[in-house]
């Protein structure tokens, strides 16, 4: 199994610009999470998709954010425009169900100058 | 909403010695408890985990116990390994994983 995958792996940009992060859950998993880490706020849920439909979307940060999930196999989380705030840890984690474990890709390394 | 507080956010320990990373929640409602472990530079991998209908869980070196009454559980391994040396998060689940700020251990071999 190859587990859930993430890309890029690290992504350097300037304030302002558009970026985008990419997840492939694993194959059979029905619910696909995002998730944000910095030092000072953890680990924070920021969407949850379930079946392909966004069901909590209450920690997206603000209408800056937004992700798509157009098939079972396929995630985005785009930022526009960025801000040096955003610089954290992005990770995608897929599940059987939303209330099963979950397993975590590597993340994405976000830095914004 | 879900609050979940972890303790201690640094432990460090002789090789050989017991390890113990303490939970509190707040949503009487959350059934269901993992722990991560996130080396450098890795996500969370989860290593244990445990639903409300059981009080004890035991995987090997590991285990974790839990108090719906108290609204605490807590992460215990034994005979520590350099290897163990990583980043544990647990987490509390009643709608959402709510996930602790994370406790670093460190094994001194």
């Known amino acids: 199994d190859a587990g859930v995958i993430q890309s890029p792996r690290h992504e350097v940009t300037e304030m302002g610009q558009e970026v985008t992060l990419r997840c492939k859950p694993i194959s059979g998993h029905n619910s696909l999470f995002w998730y944000r880490q910095t030092m000072m706020r953890g680990l924070e849920l920021l969407i949850y998709?379930?079946?392909?439909?966004?069901?909590?979307d209450s920690g997206m940060p603000e209408d800056r954010f937004s992700a798509k999930m157009p098939n079972a196999s396929f995630s985005t989380l785009k930022i526009q425009p960025s801000e040096p705030r955003d610089s954290a840890v992005y990770f995608c984690a897929s599940s059987l169900g939303g209330k099963e474990t979950q397993y975590f890709g590597p993340g994405t390394r976000l830095l914004v100058l | 909403g879900e609050n979940v507080e972890q303790h201690p956010s640094t432990l460090s320990v002789q090789e050989g010695d017991s390890a113990v990373i303490k939970c509190t929640y707040s949503d009487s409602a959350s059934n269901y408890f993992p722990w991560y472990k996130q080396e450098l530079g890795k996500g969370p991998q989860l290593i244990i985990d445990i639903r409300s209908n059981v009080g004890e869980k035991k995987d090997q070196r590991i285990a974790v116990t839990l108090n719906k009454t108290a609204k605490h559980f807590s992460l215990h391994i034994t005979e520590t390994q350099p290897e163990d040396s990583a980043v544990y998060f647990c987490a509390a689940e009643g709608g959402k994983l709510i996930f602790g700020q994370g406790t670093e251990l460190s094994v001194k071999p």
């Open positions: 998709f379930n079946n392909n439909v966004p069901i909590d």
